[in-house]
């Protein structure tokens, strides 16, 4: 009967050497894109909207600006478009018809009417004071990439990337980025379909398909030629 020793310490021996592995210390070796942040700051966009004592209705051009602003708001804004009237002022009248207008014209060009948050700001006399508009929104800052020709790239003794590498990658996605804020936190879901899921549970508990009807153009086939 052979014995079964040598098997047994080298089994041993490779569970020793297994467990000899010396653990790593310190801070994981940040990536790419820990090394080259994208900042995203919060600013406000604002326009003024003149009014002159005596008015009682918005111009064409103070109609279009209100119809821009909103498309900003649209596409960039967060929280609510406050409109700050003027008060103790000559044209405060004035400026609170023209402020309902405005309001409206938000509302048409798409802007939710709950949305708008009237405010008001001391125009401390002032006869020619403005309705203000404003909303916030996010800037994206692109990393500053050092020069390649400063580096070199052929000598690594850490085996380590560059120091600029992947650096013009986020520098490219912070000017590409529709919303910034996307890169602080993800945007709501939509509401379920719940048409759809009835009419699939609908299918199910009848034993019938609960998948849609394919044409002959939409099935996939296998080519003769592999066969």
């Not at 008001?120 to 309705?131: M, N, S």
């Not at 400063?150 to 992947?166: K, M, R, T, V």
């Not at 379920?192 to 199910?204: G, H, I, K, L």
Request: hydrophobic share 40%; net charge negative; charged share 20%.
């Amino acid at each position: 009967m052979k014995t079964r020793l040598p098997l047994l310490v080298l089994g041993l021996s490779a569970l020793s050497a297994c467990a000899s592995v010396p653990t790593p210390e310190g801070p994981p070796t940040p990536t790419a894109a820990d090394r080259h942040r994208i900042e995203v700051t919060q600013s406000n966009e604002r326009v003024e909207i003149p009014v002159s004592s005596g008015d009682v209705s918005l111009t064409a051009g103070a109609r279009a600006q209100v119809q821009n602003f909103a498309s900003g708001y649209l596409r960039y804004g967060h929280g609510a478009l406050v409109m700050s009237t003027p008060s103790n002022s000559s044209n405060a009248n004035s400026a609170s018809l023209l402020a309902n207008e405005a309001r409206m014209a938000l509302v048409e060009a798409g802007v939710s009417y709950v949305a708008v948050a009237g405010s008001t700001y001391d125009a401390a006399g002032a006869g020619d004071a403005p309705i203000v508009l404003s909303f916030a929104r996010f800037e994206a800052q692109a990393p500053e990439c050092a020069p390649l020709w400063e580096q070199d790239l052929a000598h690594q003794s850490n085996n380590q990337p560059w120091a600029s590498f992947g650096c013009a990658t986020n520098a490219n996605l912070a000017a590409m980025i529709e919303d910034p804020a996307d890169l602080l936190r993800p945007r709501d879901m939509d509401p379920r379909d719940s048409n759809r899921r009835s009419t699939v549970m609908e299918a199910y508990r009848a034993g019938e398909q609960t998948h849609a009807d394919r044409s002959n153009d939409e099935r996939i086939t296998i080519s003769n030629a592999v066969q």
